[in-house]
């Protein structure tokens, strides 16, 4: 297995096209047109590579993370983030946060405690679990879950690698 590095590295030789063949669980006619195909290179940055159809129309291939792409030198898998549980340190600084909110909401019950959830994750060692915004590739989502760049989740893109 190679690595993401691998595949840029192949990627910015020039020696790469790409062809997808499935985009979340749709295959053949199900995939819009401007992306059918066998698509060249056409440039790379440090979290994307941009590909061209046979028109010189460009689309973004984003890589959020390392550990979400799969990549063998004749295919390449991209995942989506995957959920995962909380840590005991995360589901600590909730009970925590729970905690200073229902004793604000004690003192000043028609108050508003956005600020004060705003300042407290932003100071806490996961400052993810304020729920507004991913921070370090992590969200809370409020179901209890973790959306971590770290973890994989479903297969959203699949292509065949052509050699040249």
Not at 10 to 16: F, L, N
Not at 43 to 46: Q, S, V
Not at 120 to 126: A, E, H, L, Q
């Given at each position: ?30 995939i819009?047109?401007r ?7 056409s440039?790379?940055?440090?979290v ?39 840590t ?15 004793d604000y909401?004690?003192?000043n019950?028609?108050?508003n ?6 300042d ?7 400052p993810?679990?304020s ?14 879950k973790i ?16 050699a040249?």
């Open positions: 297995m190679k690595t993401l590095a691998d595949f840029k590295r192949d990627a910015a030789s020039g020696k790469i096209k790409l062809e997808l063949v499935e985009r979340y669980g749709k295959t053949g006619e199900e819009p047109e992306i059918r195909g066998i698509r060249t290179v440039r790379i940055n440090t994307a590579i941009f590909l061209a159809n046979e028109d010189g129309v460009e689309s973004e291939l984003r890589f959020d993370s390392a550990k979400l792409v799969e990549y063998d030198g004749k295919s390449l898998t991209i995942y989506e983030r995957g959920e995962r549980d909380l005991e340190q995360e589901q600590k600084i909730l009970a925590d946060w729970q905690k200073i909110e229902d909401y004690k003192q019950p028609y108050g405690s956005y600020w004060k959830r705003k407290y994750f932003k100071r806490c060692p996961c993810w679990l729920g507004y915004e991913t921070v370090r590739g992590k969200y809370y989502n409020y179901k209890g959306l971590d760049n770290q973890v994989r989740g479903n297969a959203i893109l699949k292509y065949n690698v052509y040249q």
